[in-house]
């Protein structure tokens, strides 16, 4: 890797000086070195190596271009979150889940969704006619997105068991927990770390009469069976002869991948709300008469696209400093002439393409309503939708291996935000004077306020506020 600009000391032990400035401040270091190496290969010191940094778009569309045997997903993936130490890394079950069955049921789930919110709701909340309600807005997000997934993942009653549900939370801790450790600990030491297959056996106990109870269905012909409206139904079909055991890891790592990106983007959109009460008011008055004409469902939904582009402009500001992580297979030469031995980490640097000022016009600010003034200026414009990806927007990855449950997380992030705007008035803490509360950034990470807190008020309630029993389709 010597022949790739560094930013930063190179010299060994010095190095890790560079790895402990990108822990606390990788958002400038990736910024000195796409300004210093405009559109070339540059690599970073981290605690865990060297990561050589992808920049402009020639470079991104040859990592997308180029195949699996080359710059793996799967291993980078692995390799970032230590996850072949913690996790049995030949399930890829929950990828063939989301892609081939959760997106595909989405039609019939928008009002189960949507009832699962109005309930999430009035659980979070001690829920009063006229008083705010304080909760911390990422905590809060987080047990709502972690209930509301798993009516798609496991179905009614689970979705609100508090035993499953906080399992899927200390099965989430316990990942990242020991991954973070896992960076500390020097390679041949990794083996000795837990890992959570614990969790595993206990989601297994949890889950095994639900899938028993719908085996036993489908083997009778019970007509109630019907259709598989979750994932577990479809996974507990006799044709697939799955374990209890990988059938509970399934619905753990989907509950893994999920749950924080879209809590997530659900916290710091809900602190945009409670900055600008004008912001709510558009959307409320975008959202508000398509609930009245046609109820909730996944058309109606996809006809918002004010609140669309409020969330495609949200993860534009507020997504992880790197992204397209991949591991090299084999060595490699770049385009640009950079060789990549096998092994290297390679990664590209989202805020570079996120706030490219050729693409985007005044690119620090916020902006909520400038991809729906883009969709409008292309005609229909479905590359500004929310779930689109491209060289400029990276939000959900690009190529081949972006983010098969994007479709599902923009249909709950829309309906969670269109249910608010209908039914609450948001506001910040006062000690925020108004002003949203500041990421947290630690290494590549970027996320919202981990402590800060949203203030919710019940609205008046009318008829045409459309409740989830008002029009569903």
């Known amino acids: 890797l010597r022949s790739i600009p560094a930013v930063g000391p190179t010299l060994p032990f010095l190095s890790y000086l560079g790895a402990f400035r990108f822990l606390r401040d990788a958002q400038r270091v990736l910024n000195e070195g796409c300004a210093k190496f405009h559109r070339r290969a540059f690599r970073v010191a981290t605690l865990d190596g060297w990561v050589v940094i992808l920049s ?64 999430g709701f009035k659980s979070n909340l001690t829920d009063g006619d006229e008083e705010w309600i304080a909760v911390p807005a990422l905590e809060f997000s987080r047990k709502l997105v972690c209930q509301v997934n798993n009516r798609a993942f496991v179905g009614v009653p689970t979705c609100r068991d508090n035993s499953f549900l906080e399992l899927a939370g200390s099965f989430r801790n316990g990942v990242a927990v020991s991954g973070a450790i896992l960076t500390l600990v020097p390679g041949a030491l990794r083996p000795l770390v837990r890992r959570v297959k614990s969790d595993v056996w206990r989601a297994t106990r949890l889950l095994s009469p639900t899938v028993e109870k719908h085996r036993k269905k489908a083997a009778y012909g019970d007509d109630v069976f019907g259709k598989p409206d979750n994932v577990l139904r479809w996974l507990a079909e006799d044709r697939f002869q799955l374990a209890p055991y990988t059938i509970a890891e399934c619905m753990l790592l989907m509950n893994l991948a999920s749950i924080d990106p879209t809590a997530s983007a659900l916290a710091s959109a809900l602190f945009y709300l409670g900055e600008s009460s004008s912001l709510a008011e558009a959307l409320r008055e975008e959202v508000k008469p398509i609930i009245e004409a046609e109820g909730w469902s996944k058309i109606s939904i996809d006809k918002m696209h004010k609140l669309d582009s409020f969330l495609r402009e949200n993860q534009r500001l507020n997504t992880d400093f790197i992204t397209l992580v991949r591991k090299v297979q084999k060595d490699i030469t770049l385009s640009d002439g950079s060789h990549l031995p096998r092994g290297t980490t390679v990664a590209v640097a989202s805020e570079s393409a996120h706030q490219n000022p050729d693409k985007y016009p005044d690119p620090t600010t916020f902006d909520p309503f400038r991809f729906s003034r883009m ?10 939708q929310f779930v689109n990806t491209s060289t400029d927007y990276l939000a959900f990855g690009y190529g081949r291996h972006a983010c098969p449950g994007r479709f ?8 969670v935000l269109a249910y608010v705007v209908l039914h609450y008035d948001v506001r910040l ?4 004077q108004g002003r949203r509360p500041e990421n947290v950034r630690v290494g590549p990470a970027n996320l919202p306020s981990m402590t800060a807190k949203v203030l919710f008020r019940r609205r008046q309630r009318t008829c045409a506020d459309g409740g989830v029993d008002a029009g569903q389709t």
């Not at 969709?375 to 500004?384: D, K, V, Y």
């Not at 803490?429 to 925020?432: G, K, L, S, T, Y």
């Open 375 to 384: 969709r409008a200026e292309a005609g229909h414009g479905p590359q500004h």
């Open 429 to 432: 803490e006062a000690d925020a």
């Open 56 to 119: 402009g778009t020639p470079l991104v569309e040859e990592l997308r271009r180029r195949p699996e045997d080359e710059f793996s997903f799967k291993d980078g993936v692995m390799s970032s979150f230590h996850l072949d130490h913690t996790l049995n890394k030949e399930n890829d079950l929950h990828v063939e889940a989301i892609r081939d069955r959760l997106t595909r049921i989405l039609p019939m789930l928008c009002s189960a969704l949507v009832e699962e919110i109005e309930i």
């Open 408 to 415: 599902f997380a923009a249909i709950e992030l829309k309906a």
